[in-house]
């Protein structure tokens, strides 16, 4: 009935949610009182319908997302149920550790078996991707023209203008951040004791989630301050993480209200419609950083996920009004002028980012000159500015890109340049057909007319100290390494380099014969073809690991700076090999062509 793999976490799983519903119709007998029903409604659910959402690779991201939601609502929901009438204080041990002693057992069970079940699904998600439209030979290889062309100077940031942004930005975020909690401790109950203390540390936790919600946006609005200071790709990983915690705030925000005593929900009524627009609230929440973090697990297509990032804001919007109508410190004063003024910036952020730069973009569009197939599902394109100058890129820096053409959506994507800096403002990428969008990039067709918003990116050899490279690349992730060494042969670096290239078979490398030349061109250029799925390969196969690179590398490990760049697997296993290897943290830098 289900995969041998996960077999028996789900009967196990299934075992333990029939015990606790058991257990809980023999603790509290059928009553009429909506605190007793919701979860038995959650139990049954658990032993039906969660262990089939479980067993498919496509539904274990709901399977998992449901059960944690059922860990809080019958956690909560018995805690109130068990407390009608409770005569003892209203204390966080006496809520959560008497009453809902059995629940929080089976939540300690079932949760993690639900967990095992999703990494089983999460390392088994990749596979081949189904695409409409495949490359077809003969392939185009790209020869010297590409960088024997005009190169133009790049404009390159200086390390200090870096360090003083990062300095900067880091101080403004946590400017913010304590001024929230301040308000937060200001307000701090009259009475003393500790539901005092739990009611002050509801405060804290709701105003400073409330501000990372905020501030995520200035992190993934695309801002060139942002990019400057950390990369535009690092401030997206930061995003990610701080909704994370930002949910975890939100939810600790209600528990200590209501482990405190202080705050009572009864019946349903209108006086509590507040209350129920903050559960509204920490539901969305939930829901997004869910979608964000297992869209590839859950088979949304990116434009769905899109959409429903845009409730994000709409969060902000109710999270504002919940705290100045609620919020004791936020009525009147200072406080309330202060986040109306941060709100305000937020607003103005959105319509700069959602409204007034896409605009602009418009009027500076780029025309399409060339699509040729490179390989059995990859493609080169190539675009030239319409009546401007173009970008200024630093080698191995990304664009986000919006195509104008019949056959494919017009949203952004991110993508790295291939090309390196020229005159004449003309760009290409290399994009492999590996997801919803790319597999109808071959539909592309000269003359059709593309949008480019960038560069972003640090990852760069311009941006680092003189010296010696080693380059490792899986897959696709060569692009920005590519455009480094069309600009090293172009301008006649002289500094060793030494390549080491994995794909799955020799049909996946990307131009071969340019690669010959580049060697030819830049004589202290070595490159390392290395298979993981070609059984007759003459050369190095397996995986790029702690063997494999001491085999190839050994002397460049030693002093030469590391550039990775990779799917997000390949990059972790090459940094945990690099690290055993001896080689320090510093010396590394990783590009995970994955946003």
């Not at 870096?162 to 308000?183: D, Q």
């Not at 209108?270 to 920490?282: S, T």
Request: with cysteine; glycine share 10%.
């Amino acid at each position: 009935m289900f995969p041998q793999p996960v077999r028996a976490p789900i009967w196990a799983f299934i075992l333990i949610s029939a015990g606790g519903l058991l257990l809980h119709i023999r603790i509290h007998p059928p009553g009429a009182s909506a605190y007793y029903w919701v979860p038995v409604v959650f139990g049954v659910a658990n032993v039906v319908l969660l262990p089939v959402l479980l067993a498919g690779r496509t539904t274990a991201g709901w399977g998992f997302a449901l059960t944690v939601l059922t860990a809080v609502v019958g956690t909560v929901t018995m805690a109130w149920h068990s407390v009608v009438g409770w005569s003892q204080p209203l204390t966080l041990p006496n809520v959560l550790l008497l009453t809902t002693f059995p629940d929080i057992l089976i939540v300690a069970g079932k949760v993690p078996l639900a967990w095992v079940v999703l990494d089983y699904w999460r390392h088994t998600v990749s596979g081949p991707v189904s695409c409409a439209i495949r490359a077809e030979g003969p392939y185009e290889e790209a020869g010297r023209g590409v960088w024997g062309a005009e190169v133009a100077r790049p404009e390159v940031i200086s390390g200090p203008s870096r360090a003083l942004a990062r300095v900067a930005l880091a101080a403004a975020m946590g400017a913010l951040l304590a001024v929230a909690a301040w308000i937060g401790l200001s307000g701090h109950p009259a009475g003393g004791g500790p539901d005092a203390v739990l009611v002050t540390l509801g405060r804290v936790t709701a105003l400073l989630a409330a501000m990372l919600l905020m501030l995520q946006f200035s992190l993934s609005a695309r801002l060139s301050v942002v990019d400057r200071a950390c990369g535009l790709d690092r401030a997206l990983r930061c995003h990610r993480y701080l909704g994370a915690v930002a949910l975890t705030l939100a939810a600790a925000h209600p528990a200590f209200l209501y482990a405190s005593g202080r705050y009572v929900l009864g019946p349903l009524r209108a006086e509590i419609l507040p209350e129920i627009g903050g559960i509204a609230i920490a539901a969305l929440l939930f829901l997004l950083v869910l979608t964000s973090d297992w869209r590839a697990l859950l088979g949304l297509r990116y434009e769905a996920w899109h959409w429903l990032h845009y409730a994000g804001f709409v969060v902000v919007a109710m999270v504002t009004a919940h705290a100045t109508q609620l919020g004791g410190s936020l009525r009147t004063g200072w406080p309330r002028a202060f986040w109306l003024t941060v709100f305000a910036a937020y607003v103005l952020l959105f319509l700069w980012a959602k409204v007034v730069r896409p605009r602009l973009l418009d009027r500076r569009r780029y025309r399409v000159t060339s699509v040729r197939p490179v390989s059995h599902d990859t493609y080169r394109v190539a675009l030239e500015p319409m009546g401007h100058g173009g970008i200024r890129q630093v080698p191995g820096q990304f664009a986000f890109v919006r195509f104008l053409a019949d056959g494919l959506p017009p949203e952004q994507h991110p993508f790295t340049i291939s090309s390196c800096p020229v005159r004449s403002g003309a760009v290409e990428f290399t994009i492999k057909q590996s997801g919803d969008f790319t597999c109808r990039i071959g539909s592309l067709k000269e003359g059709d007319q593309a949008t480019l918003e960038g560069p972003y990116g640090w990852f760069s050899h311009l941006l680092l100290p003189p010296g010696d490279l080693l380059m490792v690349a899986g897959g696709v992730g060569i692009t920005p390494l590519l455009s480094m060494l069309r600009h090293m042969a172009a301008t006649g670096d002289t500094r060793r380099v030494t390549l080491i290239w994995g794909n799955k078979t020799e049909a996946d490398i990307l131009y071969a014969r340019e690669l010959a030349a580049l060697q030819e061109a830049m004589p202290d250029l070595r490159v390392h073809h290395v298979m993981s799925s070609q059984g007759d390969y003459v050369g190095s196969r397996g995986l790029v690991d702690d063997a494999l690179l001491k085999h190839l590398a050994a002397e460049e490990l030693k002093s030469h700076r590391v550039l990775l760049c990779g799917p997000p697997a390949m990059v972790r296993l090459v940094s945990v090999a690099l690290r055993r290897l001896g080689v320090p943290s510093g010396r590394v830098h990783a590009e995970r062509f994955e946003l």
